[in-house]
């Protein structure tokens, strides 16, 4: 899969507790916010992700800021996002895979009547994201 890093500008507005919120300048009604700045940072990506994940044409980003009154405590911070991972990642479409274990592993799940497709992708999530 080919990469699809974009990077928008977001505002992050800081208020008197230390906390963030977060409004992006060219994604229409995209705000969140976040305890501190990691936290509205992650919820940032992540809503930029929803916002643009299945849009065809993507608004251009602002690149000039020289027009915006900030208070001393307001930030601008591009965020990224790879569209293709958060794509990837959303999809809910499933896709077939043989594998082969040990016959005495296959005997036991059956017994317990485990879910082998539900075990194979919690153990690849755990393998792969943790």
Same mark, same amino acid.
């Given at each position: 899969?080919?990469? &699809?890093?974009?990077?928008?500008?977001? =505002?992050?507005?800081?208020? %008197?507790?230390?906390?963030?919120?977060?409004?992006?300048?060219?994604?229409?009604? +995209?705000?969140?916010?976040?305890?501190?700045?990691?936290? +509205?940072?992650?919820?940032?990506?992540? /809503?930029?992700?929803?916002? /643009?994940?299945?849009?065809?044409? /993507?608004?251009? !980003?602002? *690149?000039?800021?020289?027009?915006?009154?900030? @208070?001393?405590?307001? @930030?601008?911070?591009?965020?990224?996002?790879? *569209?293709?991972?958060?794509?990837?990642? &959303?999809?809910? @479409? %499933?896709? %077939? %895979?043989?594998? /082969?274990?040990?016959?005495?592993?296959?005997? *036991?799940?059956?017994?317990? &009547? =485990?879910?082998?497709? !539900?075990?194979?992708?919690? !153990? *690849?999530?755990?393998?792969?994201?943790?």
């Amino acid at each position: 899969m080919s990469q &699809k890093e974009v990077f928008y500008p977001a =505002i992050f507005f800081q208020d %008197k507790e230390g906390a963030y919120t977060v409004q992006f300048l060219d994604v229409p009604g +995209a705000v969140t916010f976040g305890e501190n700045l990691s936290e +509205a940072f992650k919820y940032a990506q992540q /809503l930029l992700g929803e916002a /643009l994940y299945d849009q065809a044409n /993507l608004p251009e !980003a602002t *690149l000039d800021f020289t027009h915006i009154d900030l @208070k001393s405590s307001d @930030k601008i911070v591009l965020i990224n996002i790879d *569209l293709n991972d958060f794509r990837a990642k &959303k999809s809910h @479409k %499933k896709v %077939k %895979k043989n594998t /082969l274990i040990p016959e005495y592993l296959a005997v *036991l799940a059956e017994q317990k &009547k =485990i879910n082998f497709s !539900a075990t194979l992708t919690e !153990a *690849l999530e755990e393998k792969l994201f943790m």
